[in-house]
């Protein structure tokens, strides 16, 4: 099993040679590993003030459904303007703080270049990302 997971990680490194793929497998890396973590934590805030996803919804004028597809779905694509909504509701906000500098390193850099010094730490990196090993940022 280690020779296929070897074959898909050089594969991908590969491709990281070709830089739209690069920085759209980034992007898309990071996207992914975002909405992830704002909607985990505010299910976990939902849960933890006790108030229902059809409560939820009620609150930010939307259908019940929206806010279970919200919580439940693995294909959630959210705006802006939704999580915002949901978030005040809650009791919180969404902000943006800059990434530490090895993901800058890491992250950043091949986004702006178009290519990186390092694939195997790229395609690691990116998968941590993307599986919620690692979070993009950091715990307040």
């Known amino acids: 099993m280690e020779t296929g ?3 898909f990680w050089d594969d991908l490194a590969s491709d990281f040679q070709d830089p739209e793929f690069l ?9 992914v590993a975002t909405i992830d973590r704002i909607v985990n934590e505010l299910d976990a805030a939902r849960t933890a003030v006790g108030l229902t996803k ?3 919804a009620r609150a930010i004028s939307s259908e019940p459904a929206t806010v279970r597809r919200l919580f439940s779905s693995s294909h959630v694509n959210p705006t802006l303007g939704t999580l915002a909504e949901v978030a005040a509701a809650l009791g919180l ?8 500098a090895s993901d800058c390193e890491q992250i950043t850099r091949p986004l702006l270049e178009g290519s990186t010094d390092d694939p195997q730490a790229l395609a690691t990196r990116t998968a941590e990302l ?7 940022l950091a715990a307040n």
């Open 5 to 7: 997971r070897s074959v």
């Open 23 to 31: 920085r759209e497998y980034v992007a898309e890396s990071i996207r």
């Open 54 to 56: 059809a409560g939820l």
């Open 93 to 100: 906000r969404v902000v943006l703080e800059p990434l530490d």
């Open 130 to 136: 993307r599986n919620g090993h690692a979070g993009l």
